[in-house]
């Protein structure tokens, strides 16, 4: 499994090729000359362009703060919000040692959690 660092690099290196693009496109490149400049077909630079792959990480209001990872594991059981993680805290479902956690959801992802719940509960 990757780590949390991997995966927001990842991201990172992601959101820098979209904005690049994007740039190119307001330059008045096409998507051929990009994808010819980048060595990556035309249909992957539309994709690219449009944010296809970023809509998969897209943060949501209610779980700002949080590293995508941690995001996407929230998201798997629909805890969309501090109520609903802190439900599924209590229930046991959020915990790195139960059989039924989201997939990829350990240890460390579980510290980030508790203290985005703390931080959370803080500022109520």
Known sequence: MASLESLDESL???LKRQKHILKLREAGLTYKEIAKNLNISDSRVQQIAKGEYVK????AGD???LPIVAIHCLKSIEANNLKEVIYYIKKG???PRSKSRPPGYGKKIHETVLNWVSEKQGEE
């Open 63 to 65: 779980l700002s703060g």
């Open 12 to 14: 990172n290196r992601k």
């Open 56 to 59: 998969k990480f897209k943060y």
């Open 93 to 95: 479902v959020l915990n």
